[in-house]
């Protein structure tokens, strides 16, 4: 499974937009990416998944470039219930059983 | 839609005592089951699969232990547990490359 490194911390103010990068230099042909979102003693919750490209839903939009490389998970206009731990991820592929290896995440702070 | 289950919700339990978690995944048949631990302040580690009834896969050595005896129930078990087992047990489940996880079970081991 590939492995995935992002920033361990990040602070914004509320309204301003949020990038979270993440590298996967590793990332198999058949592997998708995958964003979560923690808050405390909660599970982790689905975000959004691509696979290259640009991926955009209601919550958040998520860039892929060509090589596959890293993505870019872009949080538009954040507010202070934002604040939490985002998970980067890739896998899911059919050949690993949709095994995710979760790696320490990225603590997001959003500021008033 | 589907719904996915865990109970008991919060756990105290003593050193050297049984374990029994149970999750349950409703609106979908033969999915893949997950079983994560995540210690205060960490990642989630993962601590079985499951992609079908009576198969299960483990990723860490433990005193734990996994079992699916029906198509939507994964169980985790202990004989007996170690201070170290605390921690926040999430089961997730996934129709495909994404995983949708339940509410957690918080384990105290005093």
């Known amino acids: ?112 | 839609s589907q719904t996915i289950h865990q109970w008991p919700a919060t756990l105290v339990q003593p050193v050297g005592s049984p374990l029994s978690l149970e999750c349950t995944v409703e609106g979908t048949s033969n999915p893949n089951l997950y079983w994560y631990r995540q210690a205060a302040g960490r990642g989630l580690q993962l601590l079985f699969y499951s992609v079908g009834i009576g198969q299960i896969s483990s990723e860490v050595p433990q005193n734990l232990s996994a079992s699916r005896p029906q198509d939507r129930q994964f169980i985790l078990s202990s004989k007996k547990l170690l201070l170290s087992d605390s921690g926040f047990y999430l089961c997730a489940w996934s129709p495909g490359p994404e995983q949708y996880f339940g509410p957690g079970t918080r384990l105290t081991v005093t």
């Not at chain 1, 920033?7 to 993440?22: F, L, R």
């Not at chain 1, 896998?91 to 320490?104: A, E, H, R, W, Y």
């Open chain 1, 1 to 112: 499974l590939a492995k995935t490194t992002q920033p361990i911390s990040m602070d914004s103010y509320e309204g301003q937009e949020v990038n979270i990068t993440c590298s996967h230099n590793n990332i198999a042909t058949n592997d998708y990416i995958t964003w979560y979102q923690q808050f405390p003693s909660q599970g982790p919750r689905f975000i959004i998944q691509g696979y290259k490209t640009k991926v955009t839903n209601e919550v958040a939009s998520l860039f892929i470039p060509a090589d596959r490389k890293s993505s870019t998970l872009s949080l538009p206009r954040v507010s202070l219930s934002d604040t939490a731990v985002y998970y980067c991820l890739v896998g899911g592929g059919s050949s690993n059983t949709g095994k995710l290896i979760f790696g320490q995440g990225t603590t997001l702070q959003v500021k008033p």
